[in-house]
C-alpha cells in the first residue's frame, strides 16, 4: 500500500470547537451528549474522539460535518463558521471543505468503486474524465487500482473501507470525518484501515476519528475521551443541606456521588422536550437516589431537587455499597 | 445524477422492466381506445361522405336520414331535382334489421337502399333483385347468401369502412328492391340526397353533412364519454403504476440519499435521481404502449383507428403522468435527513 496521499492537501485550517453543547430530544427526553465541549486542532493532526456507545461520538462529528446543529457553542474551521451555515454555503461546505468516511461505508451499490469515487467530484461540477482521472488516481493510492470497476458487492469490507476513504478525499477537503471507521471490519483489514488513516493527517489536513477501539489509540496525535470521567468521586460522605427548590444536581451532569436522604423530600425529574418536566420518584427519609450513574459511569438521567428543605447525604460509590451490605 | 439514476436502473432492471411493461400495457390500452373513439368518428364521417351528398332532406321535424322516424314519398325526389341549381337528387331508405352471417350470431345491420350505386371496394352493384352489397366488417364475403328481412339475398359486392352506431354494418342495395322488401314496393324514402342547392319543399328539412355527422355521433355520444373516463382511469393507474415504484425505490435508497446529502448533493440533485427514473420508465413504457397497440389492434372487433398524434401524445401523457407519479418518491428523498448517513 502507498505510504502516504500527498496531493489531496487543503488548507491550512484550523478547527476549533468553542463552548459546544449537543441537546436533542430521545423518546421525549432531552438528551445532552455533548456539553460545553472545548476543542482546538490545528492542521496536519490527527484527533480521536474515544467513548462507548451513546456518549456523543457521532453526533460531534455530525456537527463538524454540519449536518447536525448544535444547541449552543459554535465550531470553526479556518474562517468559516460552521455552526451558521445555510443554503448554498452549507452544501458547498459539506463537498468541498469536508470528508466523511461513513462506519457502514455508504457506498452507492449500483456504482462501481470508481464511479463512487467520482460522486462529489461530479457533485461540485468536475468535468467526467478529469473526475475519472482523479478517482482512479486515488483508488491507485488506497491500493485498488485493480478494483476500479468493481461494485461494493463484489468487495470485501477492507476494501469497500478504502473505496470510502478515497471517496472522501475526492474534492481536497481541509476535514476528513471518519466514523467508526474499524467497526465492521476484521483484524487483516483494520490493520491496512488504520495505515492509511495515519497518512491522511498532514500539513493541509485534519483528520477526526471516532471509535470506541482503542487499537486506533497509537495513531492519534490527540485523544478527546467523549465518556464522563468524574464518575465515582471518591471522599467521605458529607452531609448537605438543601432549601426548597433547590436543585442537587442536573440531568446530565456527570455522576460522582450517590444519596441517601435524612430529612425532608428530594424530587427526580426527568426535562422532556415535548412538555412538561416528569417527576421520576420522590425520596423520603431512608431512600437513595443517583447509585446508577457511578455505577455505569453514566450522565445523570434526571434532575434531583429539594421538594421541601432537605437533608442528604453525598457517599463515595464504594461507601455507599459497604454501608448497604 | 443522471448517471447514478441510470445505474441505479440497471441494477434495479428486473423491477422497472416489469413496471416499463405494465405501464406500457395501461398505455397501450389508452391508445386502443382512443383510436376507437377516433373510429367511431371517423366511420360517422366516412359513412355520410360516401354519398357525396351537398345537402340532406329529410321530413320537418325528422331526426336524421340515418335515424329514421319519419317516412317521405320518393316521388318528391323529382320535384327537387327541377330546381334550379339542383345537379341531383336521390332518394335514401334507411331500415335497421338484424341478419344472421353465421348460424348463431345475430347481429344488427343498417339496410340502405339507394337511388345511386355506392363505392364499392370489390364486386358489382346489385343489378337485380335479391342482391345486396355488405360492408366488409360483416364478414360475408362475395357469392354467399344472408336471410334478410325475410327473403334470402346473395353478396355480390363489397364496401370498405360503411358502418355506423360503433360498427354496426351497412348493407346496401337499390332503394327499389329494398322498398319490395320491406314496404311491399311502396315508394317510400327516409331522405333525399341532393347534390347541389335545394330548397325544402314544404314539409321537408334541409340538413348540411355536419348535421347528418351530429345525428350519428349524438347515438354513441354516451359511449365516447364512457371511452374518455376509461381513459382518464387508465391514466391514473399508470402514475400509480410509477409512482408506487418509485416510492418502494426512494424508500430503498434512503441511505442513499442521506450519503450524498451528507457529502453536499442539493435538493435539486435528488430530484433528478428520482424523476430522471421517471422519465426514463414512463418513456420506455410509451414505446411498449405503441408497440402493444399495434399488435392488439387488428383483434379487436371493431376498426381501432389510432389518430398520428395519439403517438407522439402518448410520450407527452407518459412523461407528465411519470412526473405526477414519482412525487411521493421525490418528496422523500429529498426529505431523507442526511444524518441517517452515520452508524452502523
Not at chain 1, 79 to 91: I, P
Not at chain 2, 194 to 215: D, I, K, L, W
Request: hydrophobic share 45%; charged share 20%; aromatic share 6%.
Amino acid at each position: 500500500m502507498t505510504e502516504t496521499i500527498t496531493e489531496a492537501v487543503g488548507t491550512d485550517d484550523e478547527l476549533v470547537v468553542d463552548q459546544l453543547t449537543i441537546e436533542y430530544s430521545s423518546g421525549g427526553y432531552a438528551v445532552r451528549p455533548i456539553d460545553g465541549l472545548d476543542l482546538h486542532v490545528p492542521s496536519g493532526q490527527l484527533v480521536l474522539l474515544l467513548g462507548a456507545s451513546g456518549c456523543g461520538k457521532t453526533t460531534l462529528l455530525s456537527s463538524m460535518a454540519a449536518i447536525l446543529k448544535p444547541s449552543a457553542g459554535r465550531i470553526m474551521l479556518g474562517q468559516t463558521d460552521v455552526t451558521a451555515l445555510s443554503g448554498a454555503a452549507l452544501a458547498n461546505y459539506r463537498l468541498r471543505k469536508v470528508g466523511v468516511i461513513f462506519q457502514s461505508f455508504n457506498l452507492l451499490a449500483s456504482l462501481t468503486a470508481v464511479e463512487n469515487v467520482m460522486v462529489p467530484m461530479r457533485l461540485a461540477g468536475v468535468r467526467g474524465s478529469a473526475a475519472r482521472r482523479r478517482a482512479r488516481e486515488l483508488l491507485e493510492h488506497v491500493d485498488l487500482g485493480h478494483r476500479l470497476d468493481h461494485r461494493p458487492d463484489d468487495m470485501s469490507g477492507g476494501q469497500q473501507q478504502r473505496v470510502a476513504i478515497a471517496r472522501s478525499l475526492a474534492n481536497e477537503p481541509s476535514l476528513v470525518l471518519a466514523d467508526e471507521p474499524t467497526a465492521h471490519l476484521d483484524y487483516v483489514q483494520v490493520e491496512g484501515v488504520i495505515q492509511l488513516l495515519r497518512t491522511l493527517a498532514q500539513p493541509g489536513r485534519i483528520v477526526v476519528v471516532s471509535t470506541h477501539d482503542e487499537r486506533l489509540l497509537p495513531l492519534a496525535d490527540r485523544v478527546v475521551e467523549l465518556t464522563p470521567q468524574a464518575a465515582g468521586r471518591e471522599g467521605p460522605p458529607e452531609r448537605v443541606e438543601l432549601s426548597a427548590g433547590e436543585v442537587l444536581f442536573r440531568q446530565g451532569d456527570p455522576a460522582e456521588r450517590v444519596f441517601t436522604v435524612e430529612a425532608g423530600e428530594v424530587e427526580l425529574v426527568r426535562e422532556r422536550t415535548d412538555g412538561p418536566e416528569e417527576v421520576v420518584m420522590v425520596a423520603a427519609p431512608g431512600q437513595y437516589f443517583g447509585e446508577l450513574g457511578p455505577m455505569f459511569r453514566l450522565p445523570r438521567s434526571a434532575t434531583a431537587r429539594a421538594r421541601t428543605d432537605s437533608t442528604v447525604t453525598s457517599w463515595a460509590l464504594r461507601d455507599f455499597r459497604r454501608r448497604d451490605s | 445524477m443522471w448517471s447514478i439514476a441510470l445505474r441505479d436502473l440497471q441494477m434495479r432492471r428486473r423491477r422497472f422492466i416489469t413496471a416499463v411493461i405494465a405501464v406500457g400495457l395501461v398505455f397501450g390500452i389508452t391508445l386502443l381506445l382512443d383510436g376507437f373513439s377516433a373510429s367511431l368518428r371517423n366511420e360517422a364521417a366516412r359513412t355520410v361522405a360516401t354519398f357525396k351528398a351537398d345537402e340532406w332532406l329529410v321530413s320537418a321535424g325528422g331526426s336524421g336520414p340515418f335515424t329514421p322516424d319519419h317516412l317521405i314519398s320518393q316521388d318528391a325526389a323529382a320535384q327537387v331535382r327541377a330546381q334550379p341549381g339542383v345537379r341531383n337528387v336521390d332518394p335514401l331508405l334507411v331500415v335497421a334489421t338484424a341478419v344472421q352471417p353465421k348460424p348463431g350470431n345475430r347481429v344488427n345491420v343498417n339496410v340502405l337502399g339507394t337511388g345511386d350505386a355506392l363505392p364499392l371496394s370489390g364486386g358489382r352493384w346489385p343489378a337485380r333483385s335479391g342482391e345486396v352489397v355488405v360492408n366488409d366488417g360483416l364478414n360475408k364475403p362475395i357469392g354467399s347468401t344472408i336471410s334478410m328481412l325475410g327473403a334470402q339475398v346473395r353478396v355480390v359486392g363489397e364496401m370498405h369502412g360503411v358502418s355506423y352506431f360503433a360498427g354496426t354494418n351497412v348493407i346496401a342495395l337499390p332503394i327499389s328492391a329494398l322498398q319490395q322488401l320491406f314496404a311491399g314496393g311502396q315508394r317510400v324514402a327516409s331522405a333525399l340526397v341532393v347534390r347541389g342547392h335545394a330548397t325544402a319543399p314544404s314539409g321537408f328539412q334541409a340538413m348540411t353533412n355536419a348535421e347528418v355527422r351530429g345525428t350519428l355521433t349524438r347515438a354513441i355520444k354516451v359511449a365516447a364519454s364512457t371511452v374518455s373516463f376509461l381513459d382518464i382511469l387508465l391514466w391514473i393507474v399508470a402514475a400509480g403504476i410509477i409512482g408506487t415504484i418509485l416510492y418502494m425505490t426512494a424508500l430503498e435508497r434512503t441511505r442513499d440519499f442521506a450519503a450524498l446529502k451528507a457529502m453536499g448533493a442539493r435538493n435539486h440533485h435528488v430530484f433528478v435521481a428520482i424523476a430522471a427514473q421517471a422519465v426514463v420508465l414512463s418513456l420506455a413504457a410509451g414505446l411498449v404502449s405503441i408497440v402493444v397497440s399495434k399488435a392488439l389492434a387488428p383483434s379487436f372487433p371493431i376498426t381501432v383507428e389510432v389518430p398520428t398524434r395519439s403517438y407522439p401524445l402518448i410520450f407527452v401523457v407518459a412523461l407528465a403522468l411519470g412526473l405526477v407519479g414519482s412525487l411521493a418518491g421525490v418528496r422523500r428523498a429529498v426529505a431523507t435527513d442526511p444524518a441517517l448517513a452515520f452508524g452502523g
